[in-house]
């Protein structure tokens, strides 16, 4: 039987195909790995940082609900229970939200019926009452802060030792991508080591990444321009750790009666539109009166006042201004809505005129009927006070030589002291260039 001869071509042609054979059978299970890997950390971050976060929020809450307590058990003041009561709200609401999360394991039963306990407890306690002895929902609030603190210990551990699993499943894809690789250039020609390197390098970054978003850190960094699938990969998880830190800085800026961006936000996006040399109007919206409304029908008819408020300002901009428009709160009945320097007339007359038509709905038909009311100003001097009403005092960027957040933000406060010393609600534009 004659023997089988290759030539020099076909031996360097069937060296690099088995080379390459083995090179492509390396990088699918690579990426395969790292996408496996991948998934696994981006359920953990949704769902047990999530409930880590809940959790201590819900501790929080707890502390602050004991602390008001304790307040009104001297201080006997009205105002604390609404500001308690607003507490038990926000309790209820965060226990609903950690108890619907899909946890694994899921959330303790113990836990679980603490949480019922107390908030059936609560429901039943009179703070009124002088007690010889611990509330029974004291109590309850006192063991549900200790299972909370064991829910805090217990799954920071599982997402430690989660983590762990995840860094050795890395390791052993390494390894075994290693064997694969190696195999493949022991059989033919060296073109494999640059996916070994490639593989090692991205396997690493990600392990690092992965580390740090376990430890809440969400500022991940990931150097990795290419445009393969690794660069790719490293991108998104790049983008998902912008997107978890800027949405836990959204939840913990924004204002907690109207849900709008507060002042850092507020302040983000003036600098950024001054760095972008993006011209912008800046509205600063103000009640007008709100003092007397607010001290004659008591602080939950203000907290409507003030969100419905909001919700105008929402539906207008929503309405004649452009998606750029940012909304925001900076607190009490002050707003702020950055907007193109075109529309901002147009955006705060269509706020007056809604305003003053709902606002009406906010009083009594005798106060309606006679349009004014009777209040102390601050100085303490019994007067006539005129329904509330609304003033937006509007400073463009491109009247300021040197725009900053502070500039803009003084020049409209200046133009808002003018404003409110005029009857009913108006708007102002100023025009004047300045420093």
């Avoid at 195999?183 to 580390?211: D, E, Y």
Wanted: hydrophobic share 40%; proline share 4%.
């Amino acid at each position: 039987m004659p023997r089988l001869q290759f030539t020099a071509t076909q031996k360097i042609a069937g060296s690099f195909i088995l080379n390459a054979a083995f090179s492509l059978i390396a990088i699918f299970y690579a990426l395969n790995s790292m996408r496996s890997q991948t998934g696994k950390l981006e359920a953990l971050v949704s769902a047990e940082l999530r409930a880590l976060s809940e959790v201590r929020d819900l501790r929080e809450n707890l502390l602050a609900q004991d602390r008001l307590e304790k307040q009104y058990g001297v201080l006997k003041d009205p105002d604390l229970l609404g500001l308690l009561e607003r507490r038990q709200h926000e309790f209820d609401s965060a226990w609903t939200q950690l108890v619907d999360l899909q946890l694994a394991p899921p959330l303790d039963p113990e836990l679980r019926d603490h949480g019922t306990r107390y908030i059936e407890l609560r429901g039943d306690a009179r703070l009124d009452d002088a007690p010889s002895h611990p509330r029974p929902h004291a109590l309850a609030r006192r063991g549900l802060l200790h299972q909370l603190d064991s829910f805090l210990s217990a799954r920071q551990h599982s997402i430690d030792e989660a983590m762990a699993r995840l860094s050795r499943q890395s390791h052993d894809a390494y390894r075994s991508t290693f064997f694969i690789v190696a195999l493949g250039m022991a059989l033919g020609a060296p073109v494999g080591l640059s996916v070994i390197l490639s593989i090692h390098r991205s396997v690493r970054r990600l392990r690092r990444a992965a580390r740090e978003v376990g430890a809440g850190g969400f500022d991940v960094k990931l150097d990795d321009q290419s445009n393969d699938e690794f660069g790719m990969l490293a991108r998104e998880f790049r983008e998902m750790g912008n997107r978890l830190r800027a949405l836990e800085r959204e939840q913990l800026d924004a204002n907690p009666l109207t849900y709008l961006p507060g002042n850092q936000a507020i302040a983000r996006e003036i600098e950024q539109r001054i760095s972008a040399a993006q011209p912008f109007a800046h509205c600063y919206v103000d009640l007008d009166n709100f003092k007397v409304y607010n001290d004659r029908y008591g602080y939950e008819a203000g907290n409507e006042v003030i969100a419905e408020a909001g919700q105008i300002i929402r539906e207008v901009v929503a309405a004649r201004a452009g998606e750029d428009t940012l909304v925001g709160h900076i607190g009490g009945d002050d707003y702020v809505v950055l907007t193109a320097p075109d529309a901002a007339e147009e955006v705060a007359a269509g706020i007056i005129s809604s305003f003053d038509e709902r606002i009406l709905a906010f009083y009594s038909d005798e106060d309606r009927a006679q349009g004014k009311l009777l209040g102390e100003d601050r100085f303490g001097v019994q007067r006539e006070f005129p329904l509330m009403s609304i003033s937006i005092a509007i400073v463009n960027s491109a009247n300021l030589s040197n725009p900053t957040v502070a500039s803009v933000s003084q020049a409209c406060t200046a133009l808002k002291e003018h404003l409110k010393n005029q009857p009913g609600s108006n708007y102002l534009v100023d025009r004047r260039s300045r420093p």
